[in-house]
């Protein structure tokens, strides 16, 4: 699955240029999707909110700090 792979690909990414991993990294993920701290699985997040509004609330996100 395409979603499942970006997801993940973000995560490494995001790891490596950080220096966090675990909840330090995947909490503010998914509360920049979700604000919520609990909830499905990332991949599974992104499969049901579909890519585009992820990149959405990404954007949206970023565009706020």
């Given at each position: 699955?395409t979603?499942?792979?970006?997801?993940?690909a973000?995560a490494k990414?995001?790891?490596?240029?950080?220096?966090?991993?675990g909840k330090?990294l995947?909490?503010?993920?998914?509360?920049c999707?979700?604000?919520?701290t609990n909830?499905?699985?990332?991949?599974t997040?992104?499969d049901?909110?579909g890519?585009?509004?992820?990149k959405?609330?990404f954007?949206?996100?970023?565009d706020?700090i």
């Amino acid at each position: 699955n395409t979603n499942d792979f970006d997801i993940k690909a973000l995560a490494k990414h995001l790891k490596e240029q950080l220096g966090v991993g675990g909840k330090k990294l995947f909490m503010p993920l998914r509360v920049c999707l979700t604000m919520a701290t609990n909830g499905p699985e990332l991949p599974t997040l992104v499969d049901l909110m579909g890519i585009e509004r992820v990149k959405k609330r990404f954007k949206t996100a970023l565009d706020t700090i």
